[in-house]
């Protein structure tokens, strides 16, 4: 699919993925407007400043200042939009424990708004930047972005192909804002303090932000309506993870956080029997939308679990793939 001439808007385009998405698409692409919705002017103002800095035409730039929560100023930000990236959310475990009414605005609320507004607005396609998180939650964060995923795939039910909703599901994103790889590479300099540990049985999925991009976008591409889209990739030891970022240093085990699991799932063996496989990615369909040939589904009892993938990276491709990144 082509984002040429087309007006995209990102919400929380400031983000981690939203700052990836918007250069990766002013590089490859000359869309007719490219709207960065979120709530900070001092990040959108950042965000221009290092824009200009390289050497993309940003002409087709706009930055509205909006929160997901307010559906009017939402109806207004999407007049004329083709396309909706829904990356906007709040997403760090531990602060939605604490603050639970919060992430439900955001993340349920706000996804609500997105469905109505875009639905008003007669957008083509909504996609939303789903989480691991979200399958079998333990945590409200998780639990929020499965409600979420559930009102997108369910507003089809209400746009009747206008527009099509959908999701794409990943896991931790190397490098993104609050992750654990700039947690550990902040242990560098103090050669005398351990690093923390939860679990030495922990394992995570791991994506890039240049793939978790790319992924997005050819999802869009697509996209039918009520699908969630899910890469293959690869999982890591986080002791493995450790121990490329700050080799040959002491490890104090601090034990698992509340809300936090040991191992991450994709897929669960539930949604397995309604998911499709593909080379390099899955689609779990909609058991509520769609039309379904129940003999496509070739997968039983499979669950995507990071400690089980068949794809782990060893301390020395991690600390690779960690460097060509600049992110030690
Ligand atoms: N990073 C990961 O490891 C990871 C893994 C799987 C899935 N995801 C999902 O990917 C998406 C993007 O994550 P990210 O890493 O880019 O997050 P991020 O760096 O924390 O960015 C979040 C963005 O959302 C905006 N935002 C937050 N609350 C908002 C609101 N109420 N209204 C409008 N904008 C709001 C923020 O800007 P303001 O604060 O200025 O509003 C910021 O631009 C999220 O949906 C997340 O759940 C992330």
Do not use: W
């Amino acid at each position: 699919m082509n984002l040429n001439k087309k007006n995209i808007l990102i919400t929380g385009g400031t983000g981690s993925f939203g700052r990836a998405c918007v250069r990766h698409i002013l590089k490859n692409y000359n869309p007719n407007k490219l709207v960065i919705f979120s709530r900070d002017e001092l990040k959108q103002y950042e965000m221009l400043q290092d824009l200009k800095n390289i050497n993309v035409k940003n002409s087709c730039l706009r930055f509205f200042l909006g929160d997901v929560r307010d559906k009017d100023r939402l109806d207004l930000a999407l007049k004329g939009i083709n396309y909706v990236i829904h990356a906007a959310a709040l997403k760090q475990v531990p602060a939605a424990e604490y603050n639970p009414m919060e992430f439900v605005k955001t993340n349920i609320i706000g996804a609500e708004n997105i469905i109505f507004a875009s639905i008003n607005n007669k957008v083509e396609r909504v996609i939303s930047l789903s989480t691991d998180k979200a399958a079998n939650p333990i945590n409200l964060y998780g639990a929020t972005k499965l409600a979420a995923d559930k009102l997108f795939t369910a507003a089809n039910n209400l746009s009747k192909g206008k527009p099509i909703f959908s999701s794409v599901r990943y896991g931790n994103v190397l490098g993104s804002r609050g992750s654990v790889v700039p947690f550990f590479n902040s242990y560098r300099q103090n050669k005398n303090q351990k690093i923390p540990i939860t679990h030495t049985s922990m394992t995570r999925f791991f994506i890039s932000l240049e793939d978790s991009v790319k992924f997005v976008l050819n999802s869009l591409k697509l996209m039918k309506g009520g699908e969630i889209f899910v890469p293959k990739i690869p999982s890591v030891k986080i002791v493995d993870l450790a121990k490329a970022i700050v080799p040959n240093r002491k490890h104090k085990i601090i034990g698992v956080r509340p809300g936090e699991k040991i191992a991450e799932v994709l897929i669960t063996k539930d949604e397995s029997k309604n998911t499709l496989e593909f080379k390099n990615h899955y689609v779990i369909n909609s058991e509520i939308f769609g039309n379904h040939n129940k003999k496509k589904y070739k997968l039983k009892d499979f669950e995507y679990n990071s400690s089980k993938n068949s794809h782990f990276l060893n301390e020395k491709q991690i600390r690779l793939i960690c460097k060509n990144l600049k992110l030690i």
